[in-house]
């Protein structure tokens, strides 16, 4: 799933991100029933089955069930499918919804009653407009590819159909043990073939009204920069689990992180981000000293990519072509990239939004999580760095998260010295212009990549390299970064900006991203998937074909995930190796003050369905420290129970 930005307000697009969880405490109060934070950035649309991005999901999970949803515990249970079966061969999904689940309009009005066929005409839709999620499912249902494509024009062919009024079903082209999870994301969910057709090319503007609502809330108000509304859907088939009656949402553009604290303090807000290096922290701390508590990391990855093939120049401070061109051949080289990975100095960027203290407690090492997944009990980043054990550059490096793996001086130097010796004999004049983009209204932003400049140009000396910041508006930034619409209008040579959550659970759902043949950001990078001949330079240029291969080839094993998960370790191995990216902090692990009941909301390494408002609870007081830690340490022993169950029951959905 697309992430926002990475904004100095500290929270995602909507902020219960950090929420994730359950395990209720017994002793708070639920009296107010107004759930009040910030959003940083508006929606673009409110086409879930079209949009990949948080901006919209954020927002309409909270109104449309799907087929199913997550408890407390990530684990899958029934939402608006009461049941399901799988095929033995593991290729047919056969889910039976609940009878009596209505549509209501933005006013409350009931519109129809959400059936089969509202699968399919979802479904449809999204792959008639060609949906941004279209890489969550286009290679997984049976016939999809060949309609997005052109060629089969008739979508009854397509591995969907409504069986009956009640019953749905979906036919794949191989075993996906993690198929479920997918299922919780806009892609799949309904869609009114009736009110469709009413609203034509209006279904899903950034209007409340241009949608339905099946789920907890109904959107009653977007105004732009200004606020979002949700009220409780008095008429959800599973209303007596929604504790809330209203959420509202102020737009925050980060320029001033402290008024989250402020509004906070009065009573306007339920939770507040803080920051350690704000000079009226040591007053919160004083104030507060027994309700300031650190949430644990979640699965986002936050990362610093490489524009490989940059061609807009709107925002630039090179003077010249000349200096175009070799910053252009500098990116190109591995052993460049690599030394501004050993140069960068992440626990410094955190710091910039966390404080000294909590700096390394959010670093991240891999883009996927070390722990996401693991195979005869071998975590995901041990089978990484297994991988990498026998490259002198890697073997001792410390992939685990919580701490500064990467950054290294010396192997800054040593990476550095033969990249130069490399550029120079191409004709590549030093030192190197890197162009960064920073949100001007945002000074947390500004001071990450300002401490990123600072610790590249002393590690690396700025006889060789620069890096210049551009100071760009609000809407710049996005425009030519998040919003930009294709890889030409992404305008810099390096970003912080971007960040990734699993849409299902897989580690294919962070690595075939920058699949060079069907990567949902490779954009990022700059390679456009459908631009035959950037994809084919950047292919040449930094061996991204090597890439693409060691992730089809990985996504082909269906049979056996212990080797499927190690063919994914692979193409960790050569991302890493090569520094596309460079990794920097996930989601959680930031010092806030909040009165939602602890583990409350509920819980999902991927998907759209965790953390969402529907279960989460508010008490009088803020909560404290000793109470976050019970309830944690209460919530992971359940959880382990729980998931292990889990686990265990899967086989009842198992056909014979």
């Known amino acids: 799933m697309k992430k926002g930005y990475l904004v100095a307000a500290g929270v995602t697009l909507v902020s219960l991100a950090a929420l994730q969880g359950c395990s209720n405490s017994s002793s708070a109060k639920t009296e107010s029933k107004t759930y009040s934070y910030v959003y940083t950035a508006d929606p673009n649309t409110l086409d879930y089955t079209v949009s990949g991005r948080a901006t919209t999901s954020n927002i309409t999970t909270e109104g449309i069930d799907g087929l199913l949803e997550n408890d407390k515990y990530g684990n899958l249970i029934p939402s608006l499918a009461k049941d399901w079966k799988v095929s033995a061969d593991g290729l047919t999904y056969t889910y039976t919804l609940r009878k009596g689940i209505k549509w209501y309009t933005s006013d409350g009005e009931e519109y129809a009653e959400v059936t089969a066929d509202d699968f399919v005409t979802g479904l449809k839709h999204a792959a008639d407009k060609k949906s941004d999620a279209l890489y969550i499912v286009q290679d997984s249902i049976k016939g999809l590819n060949d309609y997005v494509e052109g060629t089969t024009k008739d979508f009854s062919e397509v591995g969907i159909k409504a069986v009956d009024k009640y019953t749905v079903q979906y036919t794949l082209n191989q075993p996906e043990s993690y198929w479920n999870s997918k299922t919780t994301y806009g ?28 789920g907890p809330f109904i959107v009653k108000s977007i105004t732009s920069k200004s606020s979002i509304e949700f009220e409780k859907n008095e008429n959800y088939w599973d209303a007596d689990k929604v504790k809330l009656d209203a959420v509202k949402l102020t737009y925050s553009d980060g320029s001033d992180p402290e008024s989250l604290y402020k509004n906070f303090d009065k009573g306007n807000y339920s939770e507040a981000r803080l920051y350690p290096t704000k000079s009226s922290y040591k007053a919160i701390e004083k104030k507060y000293k027994d309700e300031i508590y650190y949430a644990p990391q979640d699965q986002t990855t936050y990362y610093v990519s490489f524009n490989l093939n940059r061609k807009a120049y709107e925002f630039t401070s090179k003077e010249n072509d000349t200096q175009k061109t070799d910053t252009h051949k500098a990116i190109l080289n ?10 960068f100095d992440r626990t410094a960027y955190n710091s910039q939004s966390v404080g ?39 073997s001792d490096v410390d992939f685990s998260d919580a701490q500064d793996g990467l950054y290294n001086v010396d192997k800054a130097k040593t990476s550095f010295e033969k990249a130069k010796a490399a550029l120079e004999a191409e004709g590549v004049q030093f030192p190197i212009h890197i162009d960064i983009a920073a949100d001007q209204t945002s000074d ?13 140009e002393a590690s690396l000396g700025t006889d060789n390299i620069i890096i210049d910041i551009q100071k ?22 390096i970003s912080d900006g971007s ?77 890493t190796d090569n520094a596309i990216i460079i990794p920097t902090i996930s989601l959680g692990a930031t010092p806030k003050l909040s009165k939602v009941v602890p583990f409350t909301a509920s819980y999902s390494v991927s998907g759209s369905k ?47």
């Open 610 to 656: 965790g953390g969402t408002y529907k279960y989460v609870e508010i008490q009088d007081e803020p909560v404290t420290t000793k109470q976050y830690e019970k309830a944690l340490k209460k919530w992971e022993k359940a959880k382990e129970k729980s998931n292990k169950e889990y686990q265990e029951k899967l086989s009842e959905h198992i056909e014979d």
């Open 187 to 214: 892609i799949l969910q309904p869609v009114n073939a009736d009110f469709l057709k009413s609203k034509g090319d209006d279904f899903g503007s950034v209007d409340p009204s241009s949608i339905l609502y099946n």
């Open 499 to 575: 960040g990734w959550s699993p849409d299902y659970d897989d580690p294919s759902t962070y690595l075939d991203i920058f699949n060079s043949e069907s990567g949902a950001t490779s954009d990022n990078i700059g390679v456009d998937t459908n631009d035959a001949d950037a994809k084919a330079e950047a292919e040449k240029a930094v061996g991204l074909d090597t890439y693409t291969e060691l992730t089809k080839a990985a996504a082909a094993i269906t049979d056996d995930l212990d080797a499927r998960y190690k063919a994914y370790a692979k193409a960790q191995a050569w991302l």
């Open 334 to 343: 591995k052993d460049f990239r690599q030394a501004i990975t050993f140069a």
């Open 472 to 493: 760009e508006s609000e809407d710049d930034y996005y425009r030519t970064g998040y919003y930009a619409e294709s890889a030409d209008q992404k305008d810099y040579d």
């Open 444 to 456: 947390v932003a500004v001071q990450r990549v300002s401490s990123l400049k600072q610790s590249v």
């Open 356 to 394: 000294k203290e909590a700096a390394s407690k959010s670093l991240r090492n891999l883009f996927v999580p070390p722990t996401f997944i693991s195979t005869n009990g071998t975590e995901f980043g041990e089978l990484v760095k297994e991988d990498l054990a026998g490259d002198s550059t890697w």
